[in-house]
């Protein structure tokens, strides 16, 4: 198994453009989840998922958007990208709701 | 919601030493508590988590104890070796929430282990 895989690895973006951070894992888990980690900070939840078709908000989603639309992928959509949203991104999933969360390797964003 | 404060933000040991880092959280119907560590450029990996019925738990020379009253957790590592220099998470599962999930993080602590 590959476990969480994320692309891009790196990637640096203008003010305004827009971009999807990709996340598949092939655990066959249901509970999808993208955070957000700044400097000397803990993780912060974007949005999660309990399943394909469904998503919803966690703490910081403001300028973020998600799609689940298979059990697979839980792609990450910033649009209209900002300084703010410089930040190193972590997708995970977890096969239970109280089980271990398997995190991806991450994607650093820049937005300059 | 749930909030989670975790210290300290740094900790530096003796190779050999033991390491505490203490978490404290807001929301009394949490009832998962896992510990996370990342090493430099990679993801956070589970070392080892607690749920609300158990006050103490061992893996090794790792311990998480549990105290519900007073809504905080600790993470000890004893005989620290280099390899476990890395930032530490503490994270309490969003309680009332449903089927969810949701983990809030504390801010992390930077365990250095000098050899």
């Known amino acids: 198994n590959a476990g969480v895989t994320q692309t891009p690895k790196f990637r640096i973006l203008k003010i305004g453009q827009s971009m999807t951070l990709q996340c598949a894992q092939d655990?066959?888990?249901?509970?999808m989840y993208w955070y957000r980690q700044d400097p000397g900070m803990g993780l912060k939840l974007i949005y999660y998922?309990?399943?394909?078709?469904?998503?919803d908000k966690g703490e910081v989603p403001n300028g973020y958007n998600v799609s689940r639309s298979t059990t697979e992928d839980f792609p990450l959509r910033l649009e209209l990208a900002a300084p703010s949203q410089t930040s190193v991104y972590f997708c995970?999933?977890?096969?239970?709701?109280?089980?271990?969360?398997?995190f991806g390797p991450g994607t650093r964003l820049t937005v300059t | 919601g749930e909030n989670v404060e975790q210290h300290p933000s740094t900790l530096s040991v003796q190779e050999g030493d033991s390491a505490v880092i203490k978490c404290t959280y807001s929301d009394s119907a949490s009832n998962y508590f896992p510990w996370y560590k990342q090493e430099l450029g990679k993801g956070p990996q589970l070392i080892i988590d607690i749920r609300s019925n158990v006050g103490e738990k061992k893996d090794q020379r790792i311990a998480v104890t549990l105290n519900k009253t007073a809504k905080h957790f600790s993470l000890h590592i004893t005989e620290t070796q280099p390899e476990d220099s890395a930032v530490y998470f503490c994270?309490?599962?969003?309680?009332?929430?449903?089927?969810?999930?949701?983990?809030?993080f504390g801010q992390g602590t930077t365990l250095q282990v000098k050899p």
């Open positions: 994270a309490a599962a969003e309680g009332g929430s449903g089927n969810t999930g949701k983990l809030i």
């Open positions: 655990m066959n888990h249901n509970y």
């Open positions: 998922s309990v399943g394909a078709g469904i998503t």
């Open positions: 995970a999933s977890s096969y239970s709701v109280r089980g271990e969360q398997y």
